[in-house]
């Protein structure tokens, strides 16, 4: 009698990864940080006090941590003067950006983040102002080279229509092109970049080089928590994470002129919905046949240290698990990856960096 003898084998079977997109002229990202209120927001910070804040130690720092890319907001009052003349200093510092992050292995969007004036959608002027902002930038910039440094165009483009933005979008990378052919242009749609608008985006045809860019800091009562000049600045009861943001009996608790800017707190949020609201986004982005970056998420450190950080570990995981790369915000600040008195966060870090 023949006896056959099968041995089973242990198989460990890995679930596949999602595979991270490749990006036009090998403008390849996956981890960065925001350097927000350097060149943006700035409060007045100039000299010593500019260096301080941020320079080459601090790209070094990234780097080493294991961050790829550094997104570089700049604001036009802080790059022009009220004569629309250029202010030297502030366009030398975007140099020297560069060339730290060139020396570290990091590749660099430049984003234009704030507009001096607010008539940008009522003003025929202030768009020609802003198409002409954006050539004298590309004839600054053309010389370094498409997979170091990429454009986004406008951080939160607020127009009372999507097709607003589109037209002056349209515009726009017309101009760059005249002078920039293959730039990487980084783009988000009308309201400040929502994964809710991303539908109403038109994007130019035949154009290969541009990224799709949405903003997430949702639920915004809790990632605004107590932060100057939101809408809820002045609540301050609890706020939780997963869950309620705030409860129905916490909200109620507050006087009618708190509770009339608080619509919407008392939704649940968590891992689920985070990762459902992100994946709208993965499916446009599929659609317009572009690759898809995060441009801005992130928290305030006013909010329990412990809901902040599931947050981040929440929002880590749908971000991985669609295998879109990401740009937190930021640095320094409220929203500071570092801690207030510069030293390391080391959990938070060790929670953005790990693969």
Known sequence: MLIVVFFATSLTVRAQQPVPPKFPEGFNIQKGVNIGYWLSDASGRNGTALVDFFGEKDVIFLAQKGFDHLRIPI?????WNYKNDKYDDAFKNIHAAIGWCKANKLRVIIDLHTLKGHRLWSSDDEQDRFIAMW?????ELKK??????AYELLSDPIADSAGEWNELLAKTIKAIREIDAKRVIVVSSNQSGSYS???QLKLPEGDNHIILNFHYF???YFTHYRYKDSRQQDYGGPVHYPGATITAKELNEQPATIRNLLAGSTQDYNDD??????????RMAKKFKVPLICGEWGCTSLVPRKDRMRWYKDMKKALDKNAIPWTVWTYKGDFGIVQGD???DDKLLKLLTKD
Not at 135 to 139: C, G, P, Q, R, S
Not at 273 to 282: E, F, N, V
């Open 75 to 79: 604001d036009e009052g802080e790059l």
């Open 135 to 139: 050539k004298e930038l590309a004839l």
């Open 144 to 149: 370094y080279p498409a997979n170091l440094v």
């Open 197 to 199: 608008t991303i539908s």
């Open 218 to 220: 949702e639920p915004i």
């Open 273 to 282: 919905i985070i990762a459902d609201q992100i994946a709208t986004a993965t």
């Open 342 to 344: 510069g030293s390391d």
